[in-house]
């Protein structure tokens, strides 16, 4: 039993003002920077599928990075979602941002943009204790004011430079076609994008790439890993304060 059960996504929330306070943008990441590296990541969760994959992904000793929503397809706040989301993070996985509700980044102001990723921060920190040190923007769309708030609440922004194609449609066998052009053409590093709400990605394609990549000789890491860094700012343990969102 997982003892928050009060907090819930609302629909309507308000928007605080936060600090106008610039500092560094944020760096940028694009790539994996480990020689012979392979970086997996998940967008979109958490979701239904979440123990299933990490039970995949741990039977074959691969550590990847989830990239959460806050209010996507599910509410975080679920008790079976908090549950997955405790899941990943115990099994060693690595936790990071995906903003609260998957909007444009590119199209918020200052405040809203502060708004979509502190709901995130709180909800990890509520749910495990952390706060998270990535940060992946929805669609991969950012502009330099999105660079300059991740900069402000000390986060690095990860794109990526492989995509499975599940979001934009493609079946199990074309995102399969996907890892083994890539493993053909054997770059030096990887860092992929899935979407651990797509059954075929987690059931189908995710076991045939992990294979494949191993068999071409490919270590694999968490994006902290890539770059010898830390995946959280700080680390608490988990809170149980009785407050809504
Ligand atoms: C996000 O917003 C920007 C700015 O309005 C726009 O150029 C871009 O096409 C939008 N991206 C998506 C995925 O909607
Ligand atoms: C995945 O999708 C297939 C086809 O829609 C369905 O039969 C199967 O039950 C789904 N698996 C899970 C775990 O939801
Ligand atoms: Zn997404």
Known sequence: ??????????????TLAHPTTKRDAAQLITSCNKPNTVAITFDDGPYIYGKDLINTLDKNNVKATFFINGNNFRCIYDSDMMDNVKYAYDHGHQLASHTWHHKNLSTLSWDQLHDEMWRVEQALQRIVGVNPAFMRPPYGEYNDQVLQVSGARGQKVVIWDFDNGDTAGLSAAQSKGRYKDLVSKHPKNVLTLNHETHNTTVYDVIPYAIRKLKDAGYKFATVAECFGGDPYQSIVGPQTKDVSV
Do not use: E, K, Q, Y
């Open 1 to 14: 039993m997982f003892p928050i059960v009060f907090l819930v996504c609302l629909a309507a929330i308000g």
